[in-house]
């Protein structure tokens, strides 16, 4: 199935035409992502998966913190027609997951949390990046991975995106978890078996976030392993999707 052009509501931004499959994708992406990141998923998740991304802010709305976030988030995701629905977070998306997670009702359809590349709410310490010079700030970005360097080239292109990835920055390096009651979802925690942001150990502290069952996968690779093993990560996203109450062994390394 190929992609279909992305139609956006509000936060949320659709893109395929999987908006009568029997189960729904939600991707929340990293800081600074590009708008079509997820975009070349479509063809490995199939026909009957309707694939979904957030953004976490527009030039006319942008979040105060990553609650406020999580309430619009879910919010729409209400709106939308009901179906068994997965969320995905990645890095930062993982934390924004998590907590739309927690604000999910009955009819949002929430199956299954995939968290990747980010170490529990209870684990996060806040942070300083977002109050860096532009300089360092770009230098930070771009050490991480997953950012492309043209978005920086010419002072043009920096003047358009150097403010929304420093916007995501901030919500990430000021957000403080707020202790409650453990989700009722299964939470998988993906990880990269060289990542140094959130290697695979760390991840394990998910399990504490839920009273339902736990899994890790770990794949080859560093903090973007997603991109490298794009393949891999598809195919298992979709094996979720198809059993979404199927939990592997606590540890698998393909």
């Given at each position: ?67 406020d976030l999580a309430d619009r988030v879910a919010g729409e995701l209400e709106r ?165 109450s199927a939990v592997p062994s606590p540890l698998t390394l393909p």
């Amino acid at each position: 199935m190929s992609a279909v052009p992305s139609r956006r509501s509000g936060l949320l931004q659709r893109h395929t035409s999987g908006h009568r499959g029997r189960a729904r994708l939600v991707c929340l992406p990293h800081a600074g992502a590009a708008p079509g990141m997820f975009v070349p998923w479509a063809d490995g998740l199939g026909p009957d998966v309707d694939l979904v991304s957030a953004r976490y802010s527009t030039p006319d709305d942008v979040p105060r913190s990553v609650a406020d976030l999580a309430d619009r988030v879910a919010g729409e995701l209400e709106r939308l027609s009901r179906r068994p629905t997965t969320l995905f977070g990645h890095s930062m998306g993982g934390i924004v997951a998590y907590e739309v997670a927690r604000r999910c009702s009955a009819r949002a359809g929430l199956v299954r949390l995939v968290v990747s590349g980010t170490v529990s709410p209870a684990a996060h310490r806040p942070g300083g990046t977002h109050r860096l010079d532009d300089t360092a700030f770009v230098a930070e970005v771009l050490a991480l991975g997953g950012t492309a360097p043209h978005l920086f080239a010419d002072p043009a292109a920096r003047a358009v995106w150097l403010p929304p990835i420093r916007q995501d920055f901030r919500l990430i390096d000021t957000y403080r978890h707020r202790p409650g009651p453990p989700l009722t979802c299964p939470v998988t925690a993906m990880a990269g078996q060289h990542d140094h942001e959130a290697p695979p150990d760390l991840m394990r502290s998910w399990q504490d976030t839920t009273a339902a069952d736990f899994d890790l996968r770990v794949f080859p690779g560093g903090h973007f392993y997603l991109l490298d093993a794009q393949r891999a990560v598809v195919t298992e996203l979709r094996r979720r999707l198809e059993r979404p109450s199927a939990v592997p062994s606590p540890l698998t390394l393909p």
